[in-house]
Antibody, heavy 122, light 107 residues
């Protein structure tokens, strides 16, 4: 079964850091780009960041550029999102999402994890 | 940044009716437009990729059309289980963006 399982969410104070992780199984991880998409409570979907199969292409939303870093470990089939200087507006459910295209960024998001909640509050 | 504008924001529909949701892009995106369904307390699910390609396992009552800047998701003969919020998403140029969502309610 193709699966993405996120972890690492929790309650964090404004200005602090948090690292999210995503464990992939059921497909050839290093054949696909992977993304983070978030959803604030009661709001719509927002793409956060994406990384190609070999980490050569990386993109960030303007809202997180310079504060978040995406990286992957193909040997361990895992994806990470290092988040610094967290703000109240970063509070959301963070989904790990598989790109349907072969390797590069730019496909549809065909597999979604269940998400991990990040709460930013003092 | 490419802005995607969906219409309507909300639609209340009787079962077996046809539903049409549109997504307009602020600039041409070719066919790099995808549609998702999100039910309450669930993760989004891919319905249609590249404007008109049905994703595996999606019921045939869901279809998509369009190219350039104007796209449509059609649900033929709506069923009760189709109550959800629907989003479009473009992967033509970074940053990837989503429409604001269209909530479909069953009367």
């Amino acid at each position: 079964e193709v699966q993405l399982v996120e972890s690492g969410g929790g309650l964090v104070q404004p200005g602090r850091s948090l690292r999210l992780s995503c464990a992939a199984s059921g497909f050839t991880f290093d054949d696909h780009a992977i993304h983070w998409v978030r959803q604030a409570p009661g709001k719509g979907l927002e793409w956060v960041s994406g990384i190609s199969w070999n980490s050569a292409s990386i993109g960030y939303a303007d809202s997180v550029k310079g504060r978040f870093t995406i990286y992957r470990d193909n040997a361990k089939n895992t994806l990470h999102l290092q988040m610094h200087s967290l703000r109240a507006e970063d509070m959301a459910l963070y989904y790990c999402v598989k790109d349907s295209s072969s390797g590069s960024l730019g496909g549809a998001f065909d597999i979604w994890g269940q998400g991990t909640m990040v709460t930013v509050s003092s | 940044e490419i802005v995607l504008t969906q219409s309507p924001d909300f639609q209340s529909v009787t079962p077996k009716e046809e539903v049409t949701i549109t997504c307009r892009a602020s600039q041409s995106i070719g066919s790099s437009l995808h549609w998702y369904q999100q039910k309450p307390d669930q993760s989004p699910k891919l319905l249609i990729k590249y404007a008109s390609q049905s994703f595996s396992g999606v019921p045939s009552r869901f279809s998509g059309s369009g190219s350039g800047t104007d796209f449509t998701l059609t649900i033929n003969s709506l069923e009760a289980e189709d109550a959800a919020t629907y989003y479009c998403h473009q992967s033509s140029s970074l940053p990837w963006t989503f429409g604001q969502g269209t909530k479909v309610e069953i009367k």
